[in-house]
């Protein structure tokens, strides 16, 4: 299967998940200088993005280990790196942006119609954030609800395997296969 087989199996699976009424978000991360290689530096970022990604499970769901898998929060994303478009972007005054020579990590967070909480993920996270930054690599945390086009924006988070700057199979996916 050719990289954009592999793109457009993630993008319909995503869509497969909002047929089931999960509700998608865009959640990127940023991070403070990280040691080490870019592979290194991509090995801190998937560990860390597992650590919140558990975090939020538990704010989410009681007895996650009792959960079937396609019950839970599913998150498909991988590192990305910034492109600037112009020294006022937006993007540009984030902070954490410039670290690590743009790296972060872009992924899709599809949330499960039924949770303990009623918030939704931006919610969470903003309840959430000082807990999540606190004594860890993170600069910063944002999400966007997706309204519409969420087969347009699993594309959007997975743009470097499709521009072959990391391979799919570094794509990460939670949760894990047990």
Not at 77 to 105: L, Q, R
Request: hydrophobic letters at 35%.
């Amino acid at each position: 299967m050719n990289t954009q087989d592999q793109l457009k199996a993630y993008q319909n699976w995503v869509c497969e998940y909002v047929d089931r009424d999960f509700e998608p978000s865009m959640l990127t991360i940023m991070f403070k200088e990280l040691n080490g290689s870019q592979a290194a530096r991509q090995q801190q970022i998937y560990r860390e993005v597992a650590r919140i990604y558990a975090y939020l499970l538990t704010r989410f769901h009681n007895h996650p280990k009792r959960m079937p898998t396609e019950n839970m929060p599913f998150l498909i994303g991988c590192v990305d790196w910034k492109v600037t478009k112009s020294v006022k972007s937006k993007i540009a005054k984030t902070p954490g942006a410039n670290n690590n020579e743009g790296m972060h990590f872009g992924s899709m967070f599809l949330l499960p119609p039924r949770t303990r909480s009623p918030m939704n993920l931006a919610d969470m996270v903003d309840r959430e954030r000082a807990t999540l930054l606190r004594r860890s690599p993170l600069t910063n945390i944002h999400v966007e609800m997706i309204r519409e086009t969420p087969e347009k924006a699993t594309g959007y988070v997975l743009k470097s395997v499709e521009r072959h700057r990391i391979d799919p199979g570094d794509i990460l996916i939670l949760p894990a296969k047990r």
